[in-house]
């Protein structure tokens, strides 16, 4: 009979939290090390795709995931200045086509319905990982506060900053973008419905964009934007920006946008980083997923759905595979990367043809670079059932 391994999860943010719901799916018990000193992270909305959710039902947390998310019926696309409409992006057959809907939620929401689903006894808060070994059998994990813990299998799922990746592969530090996000949450109340009808709103502008969406049914507006900048802006979730600064990012705004603009009272700022798509994702008894791995510019609203992908496909490999853990997981990205790679290419698509936009009479296209056809591939894609299989990737079509 074989004895399943012992699994430790570095970092216990919302790819850690699902494989770990994953695994005990499977039958295996892992002990996730989070070096926050509480379960959460900073307030903010968060969107999930179809075949994410469908995931995370296979795992066993649909009914936690549903009561947590707020489903809106499509994205209207306006022009940031005029405030003339694009596209909309409807979502009434979404889920009859993909078999779930898109969902959005706030972070905090979507952390604690994942925790639903794992042992609480097996969350360990406040341990920061300073340096990990791999063993002969194993790994050691050692921690700031002085303990040790020792493990058959180690997952990192400690973001773009993994303190694992760079135990492997050395300081590959992130790159700056030339991009920068503003992010605020505004209550709901304090919005006329009619300035973000039908409840998820972007606005395109050149070199930005713009996106409000209601979380919590209604009872407050999640506000993203994304814009071109020569200047360095540091990355981190909780980095405070000036409000009038935010507001003057985007000159001349249409009025419902400027409703939106005046509401903010406290805004974040940060860069985006990223790495070139890589193989470097782990080795032997290490396995690398979401960020550590893979982090991505959020522009096909992947960055959350990919590591709920990596956590259930992972579950599966280990459990299909339990007399050889290793092979399970070089099974596991040899599927992984090139899906991944190509959702990581789509991204980048995306936010060059929103932020080359400009009004050109009727030629919206590039106002329908994430429209519901050009995200099939991704939303349509069966984890569930091709977990074992290298998924076809189409080329990527740019707009004129």
Same mark, same amino acid.
């Given at each position: =009979?074989?004895?399943?391994?012992?699994?430790?999860?570095?970092?216990?943010?919302?790819?850690?939290?699902?494989?770990?719901?994953?695994?005990?799916?499977?039958?295996?018990?892992?002990?996730?090390?989070?070096?926050?000193?509480?379960?959460?992270?900073?307030?903010?909305?968060?969107?999930?795709?179809?075949?994410?959710?469908?995931?995370?039902?296979?795992?066993?947390?649909?009914?936690?995931?549903?009561?947590?998310?707020?489903?809106?019926?499509? %994205?209207?696309?306006?022009?940031?200045?005029?405030?003339?409409?694009?596209?909309?992006?409807?979502?009434?057959?979404? #889920?009859?086509?993909?078999?779930?809907?898109?969902?959005? $939620?706030?972070?905090?929401?979507?952390?604690?319905?994942?925790?639903?689903?794992?042992?609480?006894?097996?969350?360990?808060?406040?341990?920061?990982?300073?340096?990990?070994?791999?063993?002969? %059998?194993?790994?050691?994990?050692?921690?700031?506060?002085?303990?040790?813990?020792?493990?058959?299998?180690?997952?990192?799922?400690?973001?773009?900053?993994? @303190?694992?990746?760079?135990?492997?592969?050395?300081?590959?530090?992130?790159?700056?973008?030339?991009?920068?996000?503003?992010?605020?949450?505004?209550?709901?109340?304090?919005?006329?419905?009619?300035?973000? #009808?039908?409840?998820?709103?972007?606005?395109?502008?050149?070199?930005?964009?713009?996106?409000?969406?209601?979380?919590?049914?209604?009872?407050?507006?999640?506000?993203?934007?994304?814009?071109?900048?020569?200047?360095?802006? #540091?990355?981190?979730?909780?980095?405070?920006?000036?409000?009038?600064?935010?507001?003057?990012?985007?000159?001349?705004?249409?009025?419902?946008?400027?409703?939106?603009?005046?509401?903010?009272?406290?805004?974040?700022?940060?860069?985006? $980083?990223?790495?070139?798509?890589?193989?470097?994702?782990?080795?032997?008894?290490?396995?690398?997923?979401?960020?550590?791995?893979?982090? =991505?510019?959020?522009?096909?609203? @992947?960055?959350?759905?990919?590591?709920? #992908?990596?956590?259930?496909?992972?579950?599966?490999?280990?459990?299909?595979?339990?007399?050889?853990?290793?092979?399970? =997981?070089?099974?596991?990205?040899?599927?992984?990367?090139?899906?991944?790679?190509?959702?990581?290419?789509?991204?980048?698509?995306?936010?060059?043809? /929103?932020?080359?936009?400009?009004?050109?009479?009727?030629?919206?296209?590039?106002? /329908?670079?994430?429209?519901?056809?050009? =995200?099939?591939?991704?939303?349509?894609?069966?984890?569930?059932?091709?977990?074992?299989?290298?998924?076809?990737?189409?080329?990527?079509?740019?707009?004129?």
């Amino acid at each position: =009979m074989t004895t399943a391994p012992s699994i430790a999860i570095v970092g216990g943010g919302l790819a850690g939290l699902a494989a770990a719901a994953a695994l005990a799916k499977s039958g295996f018990a892992a002990d996730v090390f989070e070096a926050a000193p509480q379960l959460g992270e900073i307030g903010a909305g968060v969107n999930v795709s179809p075949q994410a959710i469908r995931v995370l039902r296979a795992i066993g947390l649909g009914e936690n995931v549903a009561a947590a998310a707020y489903v809106t019926p499509g %994205v209207l696309t306006r022009d940031m200045h005029s405030g003339a409409t694009l596209a909309y992006r409807d979502h009434a057959n979404v #889920e009859a086509r993909f078999g779930a809907p898109v969902c959005s $939620f706030h972070r905090a929401d979507l952390l604690e319905a994942l925790a639903r689903g794992v042992d609480r006894g097996r969350i360990h808060l406040g341990h920061r990982l300073i340096a990990i070994k791999e063993e002969t %059998v194993g790994v050691a994990l050692r921690f700031a506060d002085g303990v040790t813990h020792h493990a058959g299998l180690v997952l990192a799922a400690d973001g773009i900053h993994s @303190q694992v990746r760079r135990a492997l592969y050395g300081d590959d530090h992130p790159s700056y973008t030339g991009q920068m996000v503003w992010r605020a949450l505004i209550p709901g109340a304090s919005v006329p419905a009619a300035a973000l #009808e039908p409840g998820h709103v972007q606005w395109l502008g050149s070199g930005r964009h713009f996106f409000a969406y209601y979380l919590r049914s209604g009872d407050v507006v999640n506000l993203v934007t994304q814009q071109d900048t020569e200047q360095w802006v #540091e990355e981190g979730w909780s980095i405070p920006g000036e409000v009038e600064e935010m507001r003057a990012s985007f000159p001349n705004p249409e009025p419902r946008l400027k409703v939106l603009l005046d509401a903010v009272t406290r805004c974040s700022k940060w860069g985006l $980083f990223l790495r070139p798509p890589t193989e470097h994702w782990g080795r032997g008894r290490i396995q690398l997923i979401g960020d550590a791995a893979h982090a =991505m510019l959020p522009n096909a609203g @992947q960055g959350a759905a990919q590591g709920f #992908e990596d956590a259930y496909i992972l579950a599966r490999w280990l459990a299909a595979m339990p007399d050889d853990p290793v092979a399970a =997981m070089e099974n596991f990205r040899r599927v992984r990367i090139p899906r991944v790679h190509g959702v990581q290419r789509r991204s980048a698509a995306i936010v060059r043809a /929103k932020h080359d936009y400009e009004l050109q009479g009727e030629n919206t296209a590039r106002a /329908k670079v994430d429209a519901v056809d050009a =995200m099939a591939w991704i939303w349509g894609y069966d984890a569930v059932n091709d977990w074992d299989k290298v998924p076809a990737e189409p080329a990527i079509a740019q707009p004129h």
